[in-house]
């Protein structure tokens, strides 16, 4: 039996209705409204074109990776399959499967991540500087799948990629750049931080455990490239960083541990993995690498992200053995990556301060012309 319904009752179900949607959206357009605070957030509809600078800091860091890019075929490779033939068979799988991590890690980060923040930030200099990314981010995976193709010999290997897969950690990794930064209705400054946080930790496994072989002087194509992608890496950190002192709203202190804890946690996780896929123990160059050493390192690289980040140490979260010559030997492999990283550059501070004169000629530059003039 249908019934009649009286104006009021339609008025109270439309405004049911409105609070349904204003809660539904509530979230959304709380972080747009925190967003439109921030000067490099906001939609400047008066600049057509990039000069004059606006950003100069942000404009010199990407200039600064822009006189530094390499590509993947600068990298001299002859020498690693022939010291690949000659490795033990554990260690053969150790790198086998850190290289499918490096693999799958540049899947994960993909260019979908770098492709949110250059939509959310609207300085030119930063989009610019993010879309650099982008295509280093291609040059990185395309390295590692010849580095694996050389090694394999031509066999099959998506296996290693699917074992990858079935990791544990792998999973919680997944689900960790999910939540914090591509389904993550965070602000911006909090995304940022996580994108730092993942630029800092999640190579830093691989890189330590592969730098052993530096030694003894075997695959320097293989350690070349670690260094070079790992240098690559340290400029998005140190970009990410840059871009959160152009912010006037940061995330607390709290908020900023658990998300350092829980990466320190998840590599610590890859590490274990790898391990157990190698019999329990990571074998390299006649001996067994010190797990706990390896853990160590993690949360001091952990730490160097908190500080870095501008934030207070808190000892008990980054509490760890590393002290003496294990302190010194951190210090030293940063060196080395560095100097890997370096020897097929031929770098010099020329490109850099030639676009500095570039860009000063043209921001000063205000000649006139007139309609009246003779072309």
């Not at 209705?17 to 967003?35: F, G, P, R, Y």
């Not at 031509?154 to 544990?168: Q, W």
């Not at 999973?171 to 995304?191: G, M, P, V």
């Not at 931080?193 to 330590?208: I, N």
Request: net charge negative; hydrophobic share 40%; with cysteine.
């Amino acid at each position: 039996m249908l019934t009649a319904v009286n104006d009021s009752e339609i008025n109270l179900n439309l405004n049911k209705l409105k609070n349904i949607s204003i809660d539904a959206n509530w979230e959304e357009s709380n972080m747009s409204n925190k967003n439109e605070t921030e000067q490099i957030l906001r939609e400047n509809n008066k600049r057509f074109v990039l000069f004059p600078i606006e950003y100069n800091q942000i404009w010199e860091s990407y200039k600064n990776s822009e006189a530094r890019f390499w590509s993947a075929e600068e990298v001299e490779l002859s020498d690693d399959a022939e010291d690949f033939n000659h490795l033990t068979g554990k260690e053969k799988a150790t790198i086998l499967q850190i290289l499918s991590v490096l693999v799958k890690n540049g899947s994960l980060l993909g260019t979908d991540i770098f492709k949110r923040f250059n939509t959310d930030v609207q300085a030119a200099e930063a989009r610019a500087a993010f879309g650099f990314q982008i295509m280093q981010t291609n040059i990185h995976t395309e390295l590692f799948s010849v580095l694996l193709e050389l090694f394999l010999d031509g066999a099959d290997g998506d296996y290693l990629i699917e074992t990858i897969n079935e990791l544990p950690s792998d999973s919680r990794k997944e689900a960790w750049i999910a939540s914090n930064i591509l389904e993550s209705q965070d602000d911006f400054a909090t995304r940022l931080t996580c994108l730092a946080v993942y630029f800092k930790l999640f190579l830093s496994t691989p890189a330590v455990v592969l730098i052993h072989f530096q030694k003894e002087n075997v695959l320097p194509g293989l350690i070349r490239s670690i260094s070079k992608v790992y240098r690559d890496w340290m400029g998005y950190y140190k970009f990410a960083i840059l871009l959160l002192q152009h912010l006037t709203s940061i995330p607390s202190q709290n908020k900023v541990e658990e998300i350092i804890r829980e990466a320190i946690s998840i590599e610590e996780m890859v590490l274990t993995d790898i391990s157990n896929l190698s019999g329990g123990n990571l074998f390299i160059n006649g001996a067994d690498l010190n797990l706990i050493f390896l853990k160590n390192y993690i949360r001091q690289m952990g730490r160097k992200a908190l500080l870095d980040l501008g934030y207070a140490e808190e000892g008990i979260l980054f509490e760890n053995d590393l002290v003496g010559e294990d302190l010194d030997f951190v210090e030293r492999l940063e060196n080395m990556l560095e100097a890997e990283a370096r020897k097929d550059d031929n770098e010099s501070d020329y490109p850099i301060k030639q676009s500095s004169l570039a860009q000063k000629s043209v921001v000063s530059d205000h000649r006139t012309f007139s309609l009246d003039d003779d072309f």
